[in-house]
T-cell receptor, first 114, second 114 residues
């Protein structure tokens, strides 16, 4: 199944710094979503960007989408220790007819040091 | 917002037994539900897509006779891990899709097979 590639696999920064994570995918998508997951816990939906959108903001989050390069980035500004988590991109694509699938990238483990 | 529940939240069972996991959309109807599996420190892997009233569509490499999926109603899908073995120990997460775009994830079920 399609899976996105994310980089970096792990990122360690100091509180107050910005964190940027990148995601690349292989085929056409309907939208791309970013999720956060704390260790051993469920997913938290962060933001969704549609294929006809290029940039979206939500609080300290900024997401860009470049469909020509099949890539997206997630920027977290002014990071906090509480932002420490794994971040996943997920691609929604049409799998035939009216069927859709959401597949995940491999994730970036972000550590924000106090 | 829409809520998806999973039951049980964790289960420990002996090797060779079968385990059933329920996924319910509490305040909305979902024509499509998805089942994912996540091993420690890895991303979510899509196992199957479940449409109400029809057979589930399994991803390549997922044994349909081992992982039985029943989508009995617009608010309930079940995953049964048959004859579970230690290698089936994992975090199982379901999601429900609305309007072909937004997915709502359950909190996950942690399965440990001894």
């Amino acid at each position: 199944s399609q899976q996105g590639e994310e980089d970096p696999q792990a990122l360690s920064i100091q509180e107050g710094e910005n964190a940027t994570m990148n995601c690349s995918y292989k085929t056409s998508i309907n939208n791309l979503q970013w999720y956060r997951q704390n260790s051993g816990r469920g997913l938290v939906h962060l933001i969704l960007i549609r294929s006809n959108e290029r940039e979206k903001h939500s609080g300290r989050l900024r997401v860009t989408l470049d469909t020509s390069k099949k890539s997206s980035s997630l920027l977290i500004t002014a990071s906090r220790a509480a932002d420490t988590a794994s971040y996943f991109c997920a691609m929604l694509f049409n799998s035939g007819g009216s069927n859709y699938k959401l597949t995940f990238g491999k994730g970036t483990l972000l550590t924000v040091n106090p | 917002g829409a809520v998806v529940s999973q039951h049980p939240s964790w289960v420990i069972c002996k090797s060779g037994t079968s385990v059933k996991i329920e996924c319910r959309s509490l305040d909305f109807q979902a024509t499509t539900m998805f089942w994912y599996r996540q091993f420690p420190k890895q991303s979510l892997m899509l196992m199957a897509t479940s449409n109400e009233g029809s057979k589930a569509t399994y991803e390549q490499g997922v044994e349909k006779d081992k992982f039985l999926i029943n989508h009995a109603s617009l608010t309930l899908s079940t995953l049964t891990v048959t004859s579970a073995h230690p290698e089936d120990s994992s975090f199982y997460i379901c999601s429900a899709m609305v309007r072909g775009e937004t997915q709502y994830f359950g909190p996950g079920t942690r399965l440990l097979v001894l």
